[in-house]
């Protein structure tokens, strides 16, 4: 006898919030804290995450040097491609400035690549 198997994507969201078998129409892929993520979703959740992505977007910052997300985990190496390049002379002027406001170091001549991974760590906030 002929067996015939249909697999179905389903709007996560949906499903999470009521159960429903909403069929996912748009796989939306984003990274968090280096972590890849797919969320399948029906039409109106991709419209409604978009605009909520929009909105984030526009607070936040670019990110110039996508490798510097993973600083945390080169256990020493410094970002950039010169190897006596220290992490904060990696940064944008922008981020440099916003680094010094939260560190509280307005004038320091010398930082540590820890503290500033540790901002990167933190989202750069």
């Not at 919030?17 to 748009?26: C, F, G, H, I, L």
């Not at 409604?48 to 945390?72: C, M």
């Not at 500033?116 to 989202?123: C, D, K, Q, T």
Request: with cysteine; proline share 5%.
């Amino acid at each position: 006898m002929p067996i015939r198997t249909i697999t179905q994507d389903l709007c996560d969201i949906c499903y999470s919030d009521t159960s429903d078998s909403v069929e996912a129409t748009n796989k939306l892929r984003f990274a968090w804290q280096n972590k890849p993520y797919i969320l399948l979703t029906c039409d109106r959740h991709a419209v409604e995450i978009a605009d909520q992505f929009s909105k984030l977007t526009k607070l936040g910052s670019p990110e110039t040097k996508p490798h510097t997300l993973n600083a945390t985990k080169n256990h020493g190496h410094h970002l950039g491609s010169g190897r006596n390049k220290s992490a904060l002379s990696s940064l944008s002027e922008t981020e440099k400035n916003k680094f010094r406001l939260w560190a509280n170091m307005p004038n320091a001549r010398r930082i540590s690549d820890q503290r500033v991974y540790e901002w990167i760590r933190l989202g750069k906030p």
